[in-house]
């Protein structure tokens, strides 16, 4: 049971950040919170207002609470107005939407003629939005949101009207680019493309939005239209390339942030030990891939979940009348912290529970509207959600943030600490610990958060299994000409030339034409497919919606589906019609997929001779399948069974990071042949689990593979790969930093306080081989002889 039952409900002040924390510490069994770190209050810089901004817009924003621009607000809107592109990356709430609505609406003020366009990366931002800017009350300007979620009957008149469109770049590739001709005098018109938020433009979605905005400018260039493109970021690590690399065209960065901001109070809080479980031991046949070893520890020693601690963290807060809002990593998550924290606060206080709910993708337009209001207004005190609101999204009033789990970078965890004291506040944020091994490093390393800089942001548009289909996209929209090649960049050519080889194009003297009737069906978001439809059986009730490439994970027959606090068990999945079949039931127990994988060398673009060790980057063909979930008891962990699945194999070309090791220099290291398996095993696990150090992923973007002997290296050997088609530009980001990446890889298990490896050092929570087998000596064994013998 939470420790809210202990906590006070009733009216009064609410405590401050630091008496809040003490408050949290002290209901929690001996002492969680690792590092405290204060982050200061700072005083903001005002500018004045530029001389060619209109006193009809100055008046509008002073009517908002906006006397004066920050200057570094000032700084890049009037960059902008000057018609130079520009990336304003600065921290959370320091007010990066005034910098592009200063300019853009200055323009359609003047210009009675000229349109603007608004990218986000999220429905609910582009609502905000929204709000914000009609919220000016402009004559003249008429904001519209233009979605997946807009009604038929008003897209014609925001086509025809609408000066000032907000969407994101999945309707401009599905909806706007393919009908520009509707849109014609929408882009004939355009005077700015605003970019928000284009540090969550990564991996394989950043490289397809990369041509997705270079279709957008070859549409308006046809036109006769050259925008001025004005991104917004997070600070992040040399933004003008990354915003060069995304629009294709010069850009300015302005990384000053002017503006003032309130304290805050950052706790790293590591959930407290559980006593040992001889049941967390059980574990099926190993694969082939991990090498076949059957040794397990008689005794796994873990930590209480991440959400479980959330969930009651979330309600003391709330207990104690503080606004919080919980960052969660899964959807699944984020309804479990919701419903139990619910429950927590229900038996303290009848009726509190319904001032918690949960928010994440996948919920229906209506109800992500309701519970966006109710946040706004206050009904609700407590969210727990996923990173659909780590975003702009104007949550004023929220004193608390709870991170359940290390986001992936640095640039996410302070998006969603800074989610906190938007008005000036003091306000409290705490990362809590996943019993993960990036998590338990950094919580006991605070200087990789807080004295490190944030990451630069990966994407690679000459990805050819993004680059192609792209192509392919724009010859639909007109033919390709020979002047295209520049825009598209590098490897257009010979993208071209494998798509007149497929017989997808023709080639003409006037350039290059799309072959077929239908359009190219392309994922932007890498998500495996189109959306599954969850539908409650009985009923027919469209419950919501799961991406593609997690159906086989979380909508496999016999899984537990959670959905607004209630549990529903799938009957069937019909992977041809994209829907799963679904009837509500509140079992005891929770399910969780299995999968085996094999993987194979396609070719070597570059490697390190390093004697006995080898490290290499190139293509792999990796293959897996979902063969079998367990059911585990929700109160213990305990599994219950086992059972098997029945699905089709799923087949991903990408790029991969591996490294060989000579059998006779493992012998030396003290590695008996018998543990090789279970030692590169481990390393393996802790190695994807650091790779985040390195670059803008998660461990949920990458697999890894590791066997004794791999026929295509005949030498023990570690493959990391990048969960993508083409790659994602992380492997080539792990090789290009090896001797870092495993070197914290080596002391994130050498300082793990276990002794025979836990979910903090060497255990993973996507392992489709259940942990086993596992040594974390034999690991630490083999990362001294690649750190010994890799060149720094």
């Given at each position: ?620 063909d990796v293959t897996s399948q979902v063969v079998s ?137 996507k392992c489709g081989n259940g942990n086993n087998p ?19």
């Open positions: 049971m939470s420790s809210a039952a202990t906590v006070s409900a009733g009216p009064g002040p609410e405590p401050s950040p630091v008496d809040l924390l003490r408050r949290l510490r002290a209901h929690s069994a001996g002492d969680p919170v690792t590092h405290v770190e204060r982050v200061p209050a700072r005083a903001g810089v005002p500018a004045p207002w530029p001389p060619w901004a209109p006193a009809e817009l100055r008046e509008a924003f002073a009517r908002r609470g906006v006397v004066a621009p920050w200057r570094h607000q000032a700084e890049a809107a009037t960059l902008a107005y000057d018609g130079g592109h520009v990336v304003l990356a600065t921290g959370t709430a320091s007010g990066k939407s005034l910098a592009y609505q200063l300019p853009s609406l200055a323009t359609l003020l003047a210009d009675p003629r000229a349109t603007v366009l608004y990218l986000a990366p999220t429905k609910a931002l582009a609502a905000d939005q929204l709000r914000a800017v009609a919220g000016l009350e402009l004559e003249g300007v008429r904001p519209a949101c233009y979605d997946g979620d807009t009604p038929r009957a008003e897209r014609e008149w925001i086509r025809r009207h609408s000066r000032f469109v907000l969407t994101n770049p999945d309707m401009l590739h599905h909806g706007i680019l393919p009908g520009h001709a509707q849109w014609s005098g929408f882009l004939r018109r355009l005077a700015y493309v605003v970019i928000d938020e284009c540090h969550t433009y990564r991996g394989v979605f950043g490289s397809h939005v990369a041509h997705v905005l270079r279709r957008l400018r070859r549409q308006c260039a046809r036109f006769g239209a050259t925008p001025v493109f004005v991104l917004a970021s997070a600070t992040s690590g040399d933004p003008a390339t990354a915003a060069g690399r995304l629009t294709g065209l010069p850009v300015t960065a302005v990384t000053e942030d002017a503006s003032p901001r309130g304290g805050v109070t950052f706790a790293l809080w590591e959930p407290p030990l559980l006593p040992p479980d001889s049941s967390a031991a059980a574990s099926p046949a190993p694969s082939q891939a991990a090498g076949g070893h059957d040794d397990v520890p008689d005794l796994i020693q873990v930590r209480r979940s991440a959400l479980r601690e959330t969930a009651d963290l979330l309600a003391d807060t709330v207990a104690e009348g503080v606004r919080t809002l919980a960052f969660v990593r899964s959807r699944k998550g984020a309804e479990v912290v919701a419903a139990s924290a619910r429950r927590a606060l229900d038996e303290a206080v009848p009726g509190l529970g319904k001032r918690v709910a949960a928010y994440r993708g996948g919920y229906l337009r209506e109800e992500r509207r309701e519970l966006e209001r109710a946040l706004l207004h206050g009904d609700l005190l407590g969210l727990a959600s996923t990173n659909a609101l780590e975003l702009g999204v104007d949550l004023i009033g929220l004193d608390a943030v709870l991170i359940c789990g290390y986001p992936g970078t640095r640039a996410s965890l302070w998006q969603q600490a800074g989610r906190a004291g938007r008005s000036g506040q003091e306000a409290l944020a705490v990362l809590v610990a996943r019993d993960d091994p990036l998590d338990t490093y950094l919580i006991h390393h605070p200087e990789a958060i807080f004295g490190a800089p944030v990451e630069a942001t990966v994407l690679d548009p000459a990805n050819p299994y993004v680059l192609a289909p792209q192509l392919a996209c724009a010859a639909v929209e007109a033919p390709l000409t020979p002047a295209d090649l520049t825009l598209f960049g590098e490897g257009a050519k010979e993208a071209i030339d494998e798509l007149v080889a497929a017989g997808a194009l023709r080639q003409r003297p006037t350039g290059w034409y799309w072959r077929h009737r239908e359009r190219p069906e392309v994922d932007l978001r890498g998500e495996g497919g189109a959306p599954v439809c969850v539908v409650e059986s009985a009923t027919g009730r469209l419950l919501g919606t799961v991406d593609g490439g997690s159906s086989h994970f979380l909508l496999h027959p016999g899984a537990v589906y959670l959905h607004q606090g209630v549990s529903y068990v799938v009957d069937e999945l019909d992977l041809a019609d994209g829907c799963a079949l679904v009837h509500a039931e509140e079992p005891d127990w929770s399910t969780h997929a299995r999968d085996v994988t094999d993987l194979s060398v396609v070719s070597v673009r570059s490697y390190v001779d390093a004697g006995p060790v080898g490290m290499f980057l190139g293509e792999v979930y367990q059911r585990r008891r929700i109160a213990t962990g305990e599994v219950i069974d086992t059972r098997p699945l029945d699905l089709p194999t799923r087949e991903l070309r990408t790029v991969a990071v591996w490294f060989t090791l000579s059998p006779q220099s493992l012998t030396a290291a003290g590695v008996q042949a018998p543990d090789v398996p279970g030692a590169l095993h481990a390393a393996e696990h802790a190695a994807i689990g650091l790779l985040p150090l390195m670059a803008t992923c998660d461990r949920w973007d990458i697999g890894g593979l590791s066997t004794a002997v791999h026929p295509d290296t005949e030498a023990p050997t570690v493959f990391v790969y990048d969960g993508h088609p083409g790659g994602a530009g992380f492997a080539e980001r792990a090789y290009g930093t090896a001797s870092a990446w495993l070197r914290a890889t080596r002391d994130a298990i050498a300082e793990c306080g276990c002794e025979t490896g836990c979910p903090s050092c060497v255990q993973s929570p596992l040594s974390k000596p034999d690991a630490i064994r083999v990362l001294d002889v690649v750190l010994a013998n890799l060149p720094a």
